[in-house]
T-cell receptor, first 113, second 113 residues
Framework: GDSVTQMEGPVTLSEEAFLTINCTYT??????LFWYVQYPGEGLQLLLK?????DKGSNKGFEATYRKETTSFHLEKGSVQVSDSAVYFC????????????FGKGTLLTVNP | DTAVSQTPKYLVTQMGNDKSIKCEQN?????MYWYKQDSKKFLKIMFS???????INETVPNRFSPKSPDKAHLNLHINSLELGDSAVYFC????????????FGPGTRLTVL
């Protein structure tokens, strides 16, 4: 079945540091890939997505590239801010799963001033 | 205006009780979902309805019964609550193509004593 593996947290960085959160997946067919963010006490929000190989999703300074050859969708940001502190979820959706979202376990990011 | 709303936000109850969580979306979406997030932040889909028809039903105890009176509402009823049901439950909705963004509600924190 479909699965998503993302790096274990928590991740603690200083403001303006470079961020990478690794995400790899296993899926049938050609899934769409997503990063969702959950700020403290809130629901999830879509951060970015990519629907086919080599697509790059980007939003709010975050980027992720759909790499079919390595089945990866790593999240990066060049300079994090305190306001980026949140839990980040990598997810996929494929036709083989009846189009349900399968999430990774989430990575807690804390950015210190 | 709230896009996806859930009530109540917090629910504390005794084992063995029956409770309901309500979800409403004002986005005009045709698909709604229920997710469960456990204490380790792991998110897993429970149910999905499209145009009031059940399309995803994961391995969930039959004590959990979703009900969709119309496209804008998807309620979750839980019978004979158990300690292990304690979690945060998120409702979500989406429209059109399956890989379109899902919009999440703020969550309902259920605590079973």
């Amino acid at each position: 079945g479909d699965s998503v593996t993302q790096m274990e947290g928590p991740v603690t960085l200083s403001e303006e540091a470079f961020l990478t959160i690794n995400c790899t997946y296993t899926a049938t067919g050609y899934p769409s890939l997503f990063w969702y963010v959950q700020y403290p006490g809130e629901g999830l929000q879509l951060l970015l997505k990519a629907t086919k190989a080599d697509d790059k999703g980007s939003n709010k300074g975050f980027e992720a590239t759909y790499r079919k050859e390595t089945t990866s969708f790593h999240l990066e940001k060049g300079s994090v801010q305190v306001s980026d502190s949140a839990v980040y979820f990598c997810a996929l959706m494929s036709g083989g799963s009846n189009y349900k979202l399968t999430f990774g376990k989430g990575t807690l990011l804390t950015v210190n001033p | 205006d709230t896009a996806v709303s859930q009530t109540p936000k917090y629910l504390v109850t005794q084992m063995g009780n029956d409770k309901s969580i309500k979800c409403e979306q004002n986005l005009g979406h045709d698909t709604m979902y229920w997710y469960k997030q456990d204490s380790k932040k792991f998110l897993k889909i429970m149910f999905s309805y499209n145009n009031k028809e059940l399309i995803i039903n994961e391995t969930v105890p039959n004590r959990f019964s979703p009900k969709s009176p119309d496209k804008a509402h998807l309620n979750l009823h839980i019978n004979s609550l158990e300690l292990g049901d304690s979690a945060v439950y998120f409702c979500a909705s989406s429209q059109g193509r399956p890989n379109n963004e899902q919009f999440f509600g703020p969550g309902t924190r259920l605590t079973v004593l």
